[in-house]
């Protein structure tokens, strides 16, 4: 077992503020040339580029945009760290420099806005940083480091992409797999806990069918809007009137689409749902409650024939597993003052990231790193109004770039070397 110390830290460090413009840098380019799921070609090849440049052996188009670093450095354990490099289909509203004006077409063929509201150019410039140090300072650790860029974290499909493309069959099986994410938070620190981390997601679509007619003769249709408002109407009542107090259960409402004039009642309604839980019964539960009513609504209104329900995709649970969450959490608060670590509650965001650990029958430690300005944080937190920062997803996501680059950087350095011995 290592222990990691902060001497040897400090060590493996010693050149991250002359690497620190570079990685901003980096940061900013990766930021104003964000790319969708699955099509991010041009942050791979940056990141495959900077990995090559620090004497790690690259495998690219692992799960068709994947990137993989390897780093073997004597006998010792494994460890991965894992980084994602999809944006999103939002339009910025930052107004910084950097911000991003791209567009791209998305799955669907649409042309849409994109921009990296999620801060997953955080994440690539913190394991590039990680990378870098690491292959600098490997006279301070024994064993490999096993670097992944993973695409399509949004849409729930990179990590299975890359599993499903060999990557437990290509490269060494690691003794802890290790990840971040910046969040809402004081910039500086690290938050993180034993057990569930981010919840099990669930986004479905649920197809309501009725008969259309013209919007004077309403008693010659079967309406899907009304089907589809009484429908969304009685979801709220699964977690308020289904879930235990005790429990935790978000069942939320995303796209209500029907119809296109004020005076033609449409064919048929679309809703788009999306559910958050932390425990398999729970989730169950709330999945066979969602069933029962859309189709009861449906039967209710005289629909011509039962909803179609679809899975859009789904998002394990992640746990970090309490062992090796006590040692990363043991490594923290070594290096990062006391007040810079912090115990978090599970997110009801959800990640992909999970996948690596759980299929891989390896343990997994997650953990959030605070990238709001600490100022603007503690005035937030006085006045009761933390809920008013800009969210991941919000098109006014912008992590302040110092200190959520050099702590995300260090904190994963430090539990990698938490588990490489000297």
């Given at each position: 077992m290592s222990v990691e110390s902060p001497e040897r830290s400090r060590s493996v460090l010693e050149n991250l503020e002359h690497l620190l413009p570079d990685l901003e840098a980096l940061y900013r380019d990766v930021h104003a040339h964000p790319e969708l799921s699955m099509q991010e070609t041009r942050t791979a090849a940056l990141a495959a580029k900077r990995l090559r440049a620090s004497g790690y052996e690259v495998t690219s188009a692992v799960g068709k945009t994947g990137v993989v670093g390897l780093l073997r450095n004597g006998d010792g354990p494994t460890v991965m760290l894992r980084a994602d490099m999809d944006a999103l289909p939002v339009e910025e509203m930052t107004g910084v420099p950097y911000a991003s004006t791209a567009k791209a077409k998305d799955a669907d063929g649409n042309d849409v806005p994109v921009m990296h509201a999620c801060g997953h150019d955080m994440h690539v410039a913190w394991l590039v940083g990680a990378a870098t140090l690491l292959g600098e300072g490997r006279k301070?650790?024994?064993?490999?480091?096993?670097?992944?860029?993973?695409?399509?974290?949004?849409?729930?499909?990179?990590?299975?992409?890359?599993?499903?493309?060999?990557?437990?069959?290509?490269?060494?099986?690691?003794?802890?797999?290790?990840?971040?994410?910046?969040?809402?938070?004081?910039?500086?620190?690290?938050?993180?806990?034993?057990?569930?981390?981010?919840?099990?997601?669930?986004?479905?679509?649920?197809?309501?069918?009725?008969?259309?007619?013209?919007?004077?003769?309403?008693?010659?249709?079967?309406?899907?809007?009304?089907?589809?408002?009484?429908?969304?109407?009685?979801?709220?009542?699964?977690?308020?009137?289904?879930?235990?107090?005790?429990?935790?259960?978000?069942?939320?409402?995303?796209?209500?689409?029907?119809?296109?004039?004020?005076?033609?009642?449409?064919?048929?309604?679309?809703?788009?749902?999306?559910?958050?839980?932390?425990?398999?019964?729970?989730?169950?539960?709330?999945?066979?409650?969602?069933?029962?009513?859309?189709?009861?609504?449906?039967?209710?209104?005289?629909?011509?024939?039962?909803?179609?329900?679809?899975?859009?995709?789904?998002?394990?649970?992640?746990?970090?597993?309490?062992?090796?969450?006590?040692?990363?959490?043991?490594?923290?608060?070594?290096?990062?003052?006391?007040?810079?670590?912090?115990?978090?509650?599970?997110?009801?965001?959800?990640?992909?990231?999970?996948?690596?650990?759980?299929?891989?029958?390896?343990?997994?430690?997650?953990?959030?790193?605070?990238?709001?300005?600490?100022?603007?944080?503690?005035?937030?937190?006085?006045?009761?109004?933390?809920?008013?920062i800009p969210t991941n997803h919000n098109p006014r996501f912008l992590p302040v770039i110092h200190p959520t680059l050099e702590t995300g950087v260090e904190a994963l350095v430090v539990s990698t070397l938490a588990w490489l011995p000297a």
């Open positions: 301070f650790w024994r064993g490999t480091v096993l670097v992944v860029f993973q695409p399509a974290e949004e849409t729930a499909q990179g990590a299975q992409a890359m599993i499903d493309d060999g990557l437990f069959e290509r490269f060494p099986k690691p003794d802890v797999v290790l990840g971040q994410h910046v969040m809402v938070g004081p910039a500086g620190t690290v938050a993180s806990r034993a057990g569930p981390i981010t919840s099990a997601a669930d986004s479905l679509q649920i197809r309501l069918f009725g008969r259309g007619a013209h919007g004077s003769m309403p008693q010659a249709a079967i309406d899907p809007v009304v089907m589809a408002a009484a429908t969304v109407m009685r979801l709220q009542t699964v977690v308020s009137r289904e879930v235990a107090a005790t429990e935790a259960a978000v069942v939320t409402i995303g796209a209500l689409q029907a119809g296109v004039k004020e005076n033609v009642i449409p064919d048929e309604a679309i809703i788009k749902l999306n559910v958050r839980t932390y425990d398999e019964n729970v989730r169950k539960r709330v999945l066979a409650a969602i069933e029962r009513i859309v189709n009861a609504e449906a039967a209710a209104s005289g629909a011509p024939r039962p909803p179609e329900i679809t899975l859009l995709d789904r998002y394990p649970l992640a746990v970090n597993d309490p062992d090796a969450s006590q040692r990363v959490a043991a490594a923290f608060r070594r290096h990062f003052s006391s007040d810079r670590v912090r115990e978090t509650g599970p997110a009801t965001a959800s990640e992909d990231f999970g996948s690596f650990g759980a299929e891989w029958k390896a343990p997994s430690v997650f953990w959030f790193v605070g990238g709001t300005d600490p100022e603007t944080y503690a005035k937030a937190k006085a006045a009761n109004r933390i809920n008013e």
